[in-house]
């Protein structure tokens, strides 16, 4: 199985068609499925839920455009796993450092919510992702939807390893998963997620990983 789907993958009819819409609506974004990114021999890799329509479905970067990007890369910033300044662009020079960046659902959904169909579908693109990878130590997951997806493509039991923000879940391969609340607008906003809890789970997954300021 191939890592990224093609730029006109149809295997989920209702994402296909919200491309389409917003190919004519925004002529002059990317809209197609959005490719991993980063470094390409990572020792951590994070798993978010799915391009937002107007962040990386317009930009073409994880990411990138968006809220959640803005507190991302910031806080990857923090841990010393970046360089350059991010921008809010693809082309803005940001480089990543240790970290490859990549989606549960590679097209944006409607109302940014997949459903457990088109989950399930693109789930294969995240197993061989992983697969690729062979130099992760750590996965942070950004959400129950990546955590519980990230879960199916170990095979392994949700009941075993269950979400909760915070947490920590060594697999038997050696890997260690890191649950985080999204960062989103939405989480921050309300809440639930303030920028001291998210960099506190980035921090140590970072150190897990042995990337930036905690390079082993």
């Excluded at 109302?111 to 197993?127: D, S, Y």
């Excluded at 095979?155 to 923000?165: I, L």
Aim: net charge positive; aromatic share 8%; proline share 7%.
């Amino acid at each position: 199985m191939i890592s990224e789907p093609v730029r006109d993958c149809a295997l989920c009819p209702r994402l296909a068609d919200f491309r389409t819409d917003n190919r004519s609506q925004f002529p002059g974004w990317f809209n197609a499925p959005v490719p991993s990114w980063g470094d390409e021999a990572p020792r951590l890799l994070i798993v978010g839920l799915a391009p937002g329509l107007r962040g990386a479905n317009r930009t073409g970067r994880p990411f990138t455009g968006d809220y959640a990007g803005d507190l991302l890369f910031e806080t990857l910033g923090k841990a010393g796993a970046t360089s350059g300044t991010y921008a809010a662009r693809p082309d803005d020079g940001l480089g990543l450092h240790g970290v490859r960046i990549t989606n549960a659902v590679r097209c944006v959904p409607p109302q940014n919510k997949p459903v457990g169909a088109e989950i399930t579908a693109c789930r294969p693109f995240l197993t061989a992702t992983i697969d690729e990878l062979a130099s992760v130590r750590a996965i942070l997951v950004l959400g129950r939807i990546a955590h519980e997806s990230l879960l199916s493509s170990f095979g392994q039991k949700r009941s075993r390893f269950p979400f909760a923000h915070g947490a920590e879940h060594a697999l038997p391969d050696g890997r260690v998963v890191f649950d985080s609340y999204h960062c989103s607008r939405y989480n921050t906003n309300t809440g639930r997620l303030t920028p001291q809890m998210f960099e506190a789970v980035v921090f140590a997954a970072a150190e897990r990983a042995g990337i930036g300021r905690f390079a082993t």
